[in-house]
């Protein structure tokens, strides 16, 4: 297991609290990144805030038989419970299950006791069993599916913090994890603070353009914008700005 | 870009909107019709009335990086832009993604430019990007899946309003789209007013059906109805009839 | 058509009222019994009771187009017909599409008859219609997608009360049927008694270790339970029977 | 398990030894049947003559852990192995597997067994195992993959000789099967003698065009023919008859 | 239809005679495209020359079974009939069936009057009948499988050399198509000459490098290259250019 | 990169030589063990011995453009520049590619230098290019198909010699890893000595019933065996052994 020790400033993570994914999935694409949403995963239970953390990952290989009794949660060493003791606050506890949903990764106990500790999310390319009472809590969870088979059906917890692939994206520890109701998406670590300079203008410009559109204004010229279009959307800014001086 | 000429009267579309859309894949399959239904795509947001409306197509073709960078939707033509303004107000924007949901097909902005311009509605079997915003129009929107990157990470946008495949669908601009909580189904043009015929005695008929059975009938020559059946339900539109008359 | 004989009672049948399927399936993987959740079925509509009760099959194989005319329904022994007026009230009707949800395997019609007529369920690895009626029943009903198409399409109805499979499960004729929202799980009839019996202290296990990390508990000697935990928990059984009695 | 009593002639069968299976295929699609290509299958080894007689079924559902030790090969009256000793010389032995191939439905001494006893071939739609031995015998296989694990693992042998479905066909017991080195073909018992008569006719028509074609004409006119082109044919088909007359 | 006005002289299609798609790749991957081996088809019959051509395309939309009774092949102007008769010699015949191999998108006689016109070969993401035809013919052809069903079971031809994609790779008509063992490669039209220059060098080296590995040497240093290397490689190619001077 | 201490001896690795993977499996049921078996790969050229020997692994994650350029396999610390002159004589290289096969994991060049070190195989759940040369290798090479992309495209290498899931078998570094024509099964390390053991009379057997069938012995009583029949094989074996005193 590696230690992460770029932490991520607040202000960052709070800036990504009030983006969309499809804004993140842009300024991705514009430095060349097409893989690192993750395919195929749905949030359970109903509207809520982002989920915003570094990753924390968790690998899963085939489970073999003879390993995978049930006993072996007796073990306090078995990966997926120290995982679950281990997350930092904060974090994002993301799984690798080679994208098979036929058993869970976690249940409602688990995810309970990671929301208990602050963790700040689940993110599964496989099954999520429980899902009733996981969609219920207040920490945001996502998987390909629900699926009541214990993970030892399937899942043979293997390693902690290690760069993994979930759901076709590439999830190294300490990336940061943004998720809404569009899906989740990967910020490599060394891009995040970048892409939280730029997304805060984007994000108000997206929102201007939607008002403007709302009005009855055409997309041509405005999205993208034309001269006149950037020129007005400075404007306003400023005016915001002197406002809220 | 073909223009389509037939216009379908109100009188019809309005017929469909009081439809289902298994009922009229019944009456597509008695005239051989089996695959207008287009499979796996689902409706974003909660209840609302029914989609209907002529199909105005745009097809993709898979991107091509060098084709596709971010610059492209500054081109005023830029072929899913024009679609965007160009669809008339009254139909449905049906989508070829090739059945590729791993990027978006249109986002929030594009989406309520079609709201705000009087379009029926969204079909894609790829993706759509700002799910929360498009469920929240009065436009419905139907897609394969919630997907955050960009149509150019995936789609090339390439015609506008040629036949195409949606889903599996056979899909010729002019054909009647209509969409319910099941899904979207395709009504050939030409057959769109005997279909409307046929279709409201059917659901009529169904309604009864329907209140038999709660009342506790067997469905043994209930549905499909034996004589009997047929001519209770004949008197009863009949009665019908002379009460709103 | 063969008679299942065995008839659960009902008080087996409230146990598995207040089970989940996932608690199921964990007492099943102790028995070795790894495929018998129903991969890929959702509930249509909202939160309701545990859908229980002993399966009653039906099997469909790929429909031929010159045996399946919308004529064979006026056959009162077409199979998928004489199932919904047979399946015995308090059984689950579980069906074998292969599958393949590019068509329905029933209505809103057949269900509400089947609703009328007492049954516990529907479960099919194909699709249901007019799924927003059907999501507004009582019974619960749970399917692989909703999809307007006619069973005929693509689906031919050839079998009663035989062993079949649903969604890769083993399904044979009496074995007890348990869904919630995290999907549906086939009890083999002859563990269905043994596993109640294992099953009630599991479940009030479970809720005793959720309040526990709810106020705080780490899960390490907690869950899986360590002597200690256990003799807590053994102590607290005993007195709430005390104030019960 | 039902007896099938209509017995094609042997002249019937000898016409299907020189066809193929895309000109029956064309037949088949004449009359309105699309589905009777059996998707999917591979026929093992190399060059052979086609694979032709009647369909002898057996029916798989999914394995059950506590019902598939390797003890159940003990049992003589294990379906699998009864079929083996029971399909009629001269029939083809068609497995439903689901379509699931991750394991074997018969192995090389079964099949072995099958082409001492005088059958004509077997279809499975899962996977065969030691494929070296089988590809060597003359009686010929197709299947949808090489797969070791012997079939209890995932294949539970339930009924003989129903109507089964096999890589998306249905298969009545009795019906005719075809397989060339495209793949397998199913013909409906009551149309094979029809079918037989047109499509001797057609397979020398073909052999005309294809000669036509390779000395250099174009299609146009001649695929498909127009009167001059059937003319000729005709006056062809006369000469030849004289020659061998 | 559009006409390629550009046709590659065929100094630039032999270098690709004697090229790799893998080394292909490879230089695509170096200007940043990833998307242009066509996924998942498979050469029919054994070893033979590259496959090298300008592409001219075949569009189908899914059928619709009105719209293709077996009939409409008397009509001269069947796209895919004319498509067949006017793909230019030395061209290759690209067809889009998005990626449905359920039924065939051209069969022999259709392949053999190709081969007879100077066709470049077939390329088609469904599938392709009378393969043991096809196999046998000088003129390579890639499918996604063998499939004897008619094309008009599934797939209407709309279009003629028009951007289309195909197994998820774009294809532009006049895009030289490159085919070997492992598959086919897209390379765009405007790149053919730039790659054709830098491939050769690439192909002796890679030449050079398997013969050092082949005597025993490590990779490391070798492949890829350090200086030593390199300007080993670099005399061995004065020296070779001298020896046929 | 851990270090697999236990070398299976040469006399256990001659037993597996000469072993089929469907007995294999067989054996590996008989402990439990159903998911060893590789699915879905392929064995690249015609017929040759078993591929036999202990695994070393590589495992992938998805590859992200920025950490991927073609330059990267400058350096000599790049984990499958590693693997292939790190893998030790004698043992086989097993790829965890998620199971894409998108884009290749080795070409022929890295191929051949394994063969050069004496390397007994080359497995993996991804695509392989130049597969022509690696096919007319004589080391034994297994994967999901042809895929000409350099493996930066899609795969990521990340780690040597960890578990892996390759195919959905689990693989550990040091289990035994034996392909044959039906594919490639993992035995675990420590069952390998113990099915040497059991496999060696199972082919025998195996042989046996294999002649007697082709003489026209029934299965029943011979497959599996009666008293009667095992007695003959023990007693034939007896007398082979006196032969060969």
Do not use: W
């Not at 073990?75 to 949903?101: K, S, Y």
């Not at 203008?201 to 201007?208: D, P, T």
């Not at 404007?235 to 809220?244: G, I, P, S």
């Amino acid at each position: 297991m590696e230690t992460v020790e770029t932490k991520l400033p607040d202000s960052v993570l709070d800036v990504f609290r009030a983006a969309s994914t499809s804004s993140i999935a842009t300024l991705l694409y514009k430095r060349g990144l097409r893989t690192n949403f993750i395919q195929g995963v749905t949030r359970l239970g109903g509207d809520r805030p982002n989920m915003v953390g570094q990753a924390f990952t968790l690998r899963y290989i085939p489970a073999r038989e003879d390993l995978n009794p049930i006993e072996v949660f007796q073990d306090p060493d078995h990966p997926q419970r120290v995982a679950v003791e281990t997350v930092p606050p904060g974090q994002v506890l993301v799984m690798d299950c080679r994208g098979d949903a036929t058993a869970a990764s976690a249940g409602a106990i688990l995810a309970k006791r990671m929301e208990v500790r602050g963790c700040a999310g689940i993110v599964t390319d496989g099954g999520l069993r429980d899902t009733g009472q996981i969609g219920a809590l207040s920490m945001p969870a996502y998987c390909a599916a629900p699926s009541a088979p214990t993970n030892l059906t399937k899942h043979h917890a293997i390693d902690l913090n290690v760069p993994i692939g979930c759901g076709t994206a590439p999830v190294f520890p300490g990336d940061l994890v943004v998720g809404d109701v569009d899906g989740v998406i990967i910020v490599p670590l060394h891009m995040a603070e970048e892409i939280a300079k730029e997304i805060k203008g984007m994000e108000a410009f997206e929102a201007f353009v939607f008002e403007q559109v709302t009005n009855g204004a055409s997309i041509v010229g405005l999205y993208p914008p034309n001269e006149e279009t950037r020129a007005r959307f400075d404007a306003l800014v400023k005016d915001e700005k002197k406002d809220t001086a």
